[in-house]
C-alpha cells in the first residue's frame, strides 16, 4: 500500500524521487517502507544499479520545516516560555540586524505565540526562538534527537545525515539549522524523531525483524531499545496538540482525514545546488503521528 500511494504521488507531483517509513512509534517496529525509482528484485538485472537504494535509509536531504518541532521543544523546556508570550513576525519580512539577510514567510503574521509559530511554520518566529536559546542549545538539541548519528537500523548503507560541529557554524547558522537549513537527514532518523514525540519522549532505534523462527525455537528480536530520553511526556503531548492545528489549520490542510485525527508537520525544502538554494528545485516532506488521539503510528 505504501508503495502505491508513494509511486502515485511522484508520478501526480511529477517529482524525481519518493520515499516513506510508517513505523509503530512504541516500540520502533519499521512497519513498511518504500521508496521509488525501484526494482523488481526477481529481475534484477533489467534495472541499473542507481535503482537499488533504499532512499529512506541511505538519501541525506535538507529537512525544511518538518525540522521545526525541535526549538519549539527546546523552548517549550525552558520554565520562563509558555504559550502567552508571543514574537513579531514582522509582517512576512525580516531583515536579520548587523547583515544584509532577509527571511521571508510563505505568508505574513503580525505577532504570533509559540504554538502559532509552528502550526503557521513560521520561519521569522523560529529565527527569533533560535536567537533566543542560541548556537550551544540550537545545536545540542539536535543532536540529542539523533541528527547526525546512524538510527543503528538493520539495513545496509544507512547514512548517517550531516550536522557540522559548532566551531565551523558561521554567526548565522543557528538560524538556518532552525529552518531545516544547513544540515542534513534522514527519513528513517525523521520517522524515529516524530516516534519520540508520539510515544511520550523516548528515542528509539527501529526494528526490522520481530521475530525469528528455527527448528530450536523461536528467538524474539523485537526488544524496544531506548537510545535516550529527548522530552518529558507532558512535552510530548504538547507537541502533538500543537501539530493537530498545523494540520486542521495550519499549512497541513491537505492531511486532514475526517474519520482519524491527524498530528503532522509540512517541510518544503530548496534544493542546494551550485553554491546557493534553488528558487525552483525543492524537497517537499511530511511528517505525523496518527491518530493523534492514540498516535501508534508514525508516518
Request: charged share 20%; hydrophobic share 35%.
Amino acid at each position: 500500500i505504501l508503495y502505491e500511494e508513494i509511486y502515485q504521488g511522484q508520478v501526480e507531483s511529477s517529482a524525481k524521487s519518493a520515499n516513506g517509513v510508517i513505523v509503530n512509534s512504541f516500540n520502533g517496529e519499521v512497519l513498511a517502507i518504500a521508496g521509488t525509482p525501484s526494482f523488481d528484485p526477481n529481475d534484477y538485472r533489467k534495472y541499473s544499479i542507481d535503482k537499488y537504494k533504499n532512499n529512506a535509509v541511505s538519501n541525506q536531504y535538507e529537512p525544511g520545516s518538518t525540522i521545526k518541532v525541535i526549538p519549539i521543544i527546546s523552548t517549550l523546556e525552558k520554565n520562563n516560555f509558555d504559550n502567552l508570550i508571543y514574537i513579531d513576525c514582522e509582517d512576512g519580512e525580516y531583515k536579520i540586524p548587523g547583515t544584509d539577510r532577509i527571511i521571508h514567510d510563505h505568508e505574513p503574521h503580525q505577532s504570533l505565540s509559540i504554538s502559532e509559530i509552528l502550526i503557521h511554520s513560521s520561519n521569522i518566529g523560529i529565527a527569533k526562538l533560535a536567537n533566543i536559546l542560541g548556537p550551544k542549545v540550537t545545536y545540542e538539541s539536535l543532536r540529542k534527537f539523533g541528527i547526525g548519528t546512524k538510527t543503528g537500523i538493520d539495513l545496509p548503507s544507512e547514512a548517517k545525515g550531516s550536522l557540522r560541529e559548532l566551531n565551523s557554524w558561521s554567526k548565522l547558522s543557528h538560524l538556518m539549522v532552525s529552518m531545516g537549513q544547513e544540515f542534513s537527514i534522514t527519513n528513517i532518523q525523521l520517522s524515529m524523531i516524530y516516534g519520540s514525540i508520539a510515544n511520550g519522549g523516548y528515542l528509539l532505534k527501529p526494528q526490522i525483524i520481530k521475530k525469528i523462527r528455527s527448528i530450536n525455537g523461536e528467538k524474539n528480536h523485537a526488544e524496544i531499545k531506548v537510545v535516550r530520553k529527548v522530552m518529558t511526556e507532558h512535552e510530548s503531548n504538547r507537541i502533538i496538540k500543537i501539530l493537530e492545528k498545523a494540520v486542521s489549520e495550519g499549512t497541513g490542510t491537505n492531511a486532514i482525514i475526517d474519520e482519524n485525527s491527524i498530528a503532522g508537520k509540512t517541510g518544503t525544502a530548496e534544493k542546494f545546488i551550485g553554491g546557493s538554494y534553488s528558487k525552483e528545485e525543492f524537497v517537499s516532506s511530511f511528517a505525523s503521528v496518527f491518530p493523534s488521539s492514540n498516535p501508534i503510528y508514525t508516518c
